[in-house]
């Protein structure tokens, strides 16, 4: 079976010669569920890039359904581009914009020109766009403007144009961290949901521990650029974690915690 995407010795360096990622190799089949956990700054949203093939790597390989992505022409690039939807953690959403036209979106990218052009002036598919929101318990906003919504609003409507757009490949970047506990699991289960009905490869980086451990198959731990674990969630030790996340004071973020719990494992926290 050929991989949903493997990272072959994947390093990248940004302009200003900081090193994101170094020497990183991952492989995931479809229908796989993987969590990227780490503190900040340790390469999480640089390896979600990567896949998106927003980012070039400076050295190794990235094959995305067996394609090494930098070896296609721009024609095959835009076609695997247009199967790999990307949630990000602030929804680059024009303000002004309809939702239900924001979440019809998604597939301007697999649409002829002319329907793409008359789907922005006047939505083609309003029922499909509210059966995504109402997934995620927002179907109510469906002719609102963005602007007008919260930021967990603006991030389940992200979420919702990237399960209209039904890719082979759902990266997200953050994508409930302006969300309560309960939305927050909400949302996760809708896209682990859609990626297990569907067959299709979910990779998400999480600041919440205990969300990544409930809905994901595989805990990746990334640490200064590398992969510092890949495994199960029962695999995933507090001493693991607290290593992993020694440079925030071995603070291992958590939502949805009772005061009992933080009382008896004070190295726990809620999110703030």
């Known amino acids: 079976m050929t991989p949903g995407f493997e990272l072959i010795d994947v390093s990248l360096i940004h302009g200003n010669g900081q090193r994101a990622l170094n020497n990183v190799s991952l492989k995931a089949m479809h229908g796989e569920t993987i969590a990227i956990i780490g503190p900040s ?33 721009k024609s095959a ?29 998604g597939k301007l990218g697999q649409w002829s020109s002319l329907r793409a052009l008359l789907s922005l002036m006047y939505p083609l598919d309003m029922t499909g766009a509210r059966n995504v929101l109402a997934q995620l318990e ?9 602007d007008e919504l919260s930021g967990g609003q603006l991030q389940r409507v992200g979420v919702a144009r990237v ?43 999480l600041h919440a521990v205990d969300i990544a451990m409930k809905w994901f198959d595989r805990i990746v731990g990334v640490k200064a650029g590398e992969i510092a674990f890949d495994c ?4 995933v030790s507090t001493e693991r974690l607290l290593d992993l996340y020694a440079s925030e004071a071995s603070v291992i973020p958590r939502q949805g915690i009772s005061e009992a719990d933080r009382t008896q494992d004070p190295v726990i ?3 703030s």
């Open 269 to 271: 926290r809620p999110l």
């Open 232 to 235: 199960a969630p029962a695999d």
């Open 163 to 205: 399960l209209y757009q039904a890719p082979d490949l759902i990266l997200a970047d953050e994508p409930v961290s302006a969300m309560d506990p309960t939305l927050s699991d909400t949302t996760i289960a809708s896209l682990h949901q859609t990626a297990t009905q569907r067959g299709v490869t979910l990779v998400a980086s």
């Open 138 to 146: 927002i179907a109510d906003r469906l002719f609102d403007r963005c």
């Open 41 to 73: 700054g340790a390469g999480k949203t640089s390896l979600l890039n990567l896949l998106a093939t927003a980012l070039r790597p400076s050295s190794g390989q990235v094959l995305i359904h067996g394609q090494d992505v930098w070896k296609l022409k």
């Open 77 to 105: 690039l835009r076609t695997v581009r247009s199967k790999i939807g990307m949630v990000h953690q602030h929804a680059p959403i024009p303000p002004k914009q309809r939702v239900v036209t924001a979440v019809l979106a």
